[in-house]
């Protein structure tokens, strides 16, 4: 036996119905923004998180994840002492370069990694510390994920003059924004 709604029915199933879809455009509006902000934020890190993780719901609640813990890292400005004691150190970095290419890869490698744990970033595995670095720095991140590779091989096997060339400008990138003062609109602001 059939049977037959009513008009008052029909009218809050209408009505449920329109808040199940205002609900449904809700949450795919506040989807498409969130992942605007992640991908506006973390540049070419979004791209590559959604590689690595396969979706991009995955890669954005890592990137979550990695702003979490940064947040409760102690990341901090150089002081001008420290400041100019880093510069001094990167320039004797470059001056080697044209007479021992090798070893000042190795060494601008090794000078960024003390200057990121002079900042507060934790001494950990260069993944860890490339993932912080995204967080706050991630217009440079690559530039550091790749000098930081041409570093490792120059210990091993031979990496070309052009690829040593391509490390120190890399580097050199990633130490320059590293010493820079921010200004108070420049800093990230706390989740």
């Known amino acids: 036996m059939p049977y037959h709604f009513t008009n008052t029915e029909l ?16 949450y795919f509006l506040h989807r498409k923004a969130k992942t605007a902000s992640l991908r506006n ?19 954005e609640a890592k990137l979550a994840d990695r702003e979490t813990h940064v947040d409760t890292l102690k ?3 150089l002081g001008a002492t420290e ?11 470059q001056s080697r370069f044209v007479d021992h290419p090798k070893t000042a890869v190795t060494q601008a490698d090794e000078l960024i990694a003390a200057l990121l744990e ?20 991630p217009r440079v991140v690559n ?3 790749v000098a930081h590779a041409i570093a490792v091989r120059t210990q091993g ?4 003059t052009e690829e040593l060339r391509t490390a ?24």
């Open 11 to 26: 009218i809050v199933a209408a009505v449920v119905l329109v808040f199940v879809a205002i609900a449904v455009v809700e």
């Open 41 to 59: 934020r973390f540049g070419s890190e979004y791209d590559l998180a959604v590689h690595e993780h396969g979706s991009s719901q995955k890669a």
């Open 75 to 77: 990341i901090r400005e």
């Open 83 to 93: 400041r100019e004691r880093f510069i001094t150190e990167w320039q004797g970095v």
């Open 118 to 137: 002079a900042r507060g970033y934790p001494k950990d595995t260069f993944e860890q510390r490339a993932a912080d670095v995204s967080v706050t720095h």
């Open 143 to 145: 530039d550091y994920r």
């Open 157 to 160: 096997a031979e990496a070309s």
């Open 168 to 191: 120190m400008i890399q580097f050199r990138a990633i130490f320059e924004e590293l010493v820079q003062v921010q200004n108070a609109q420049e800093k990230r602001p706390a989740a």
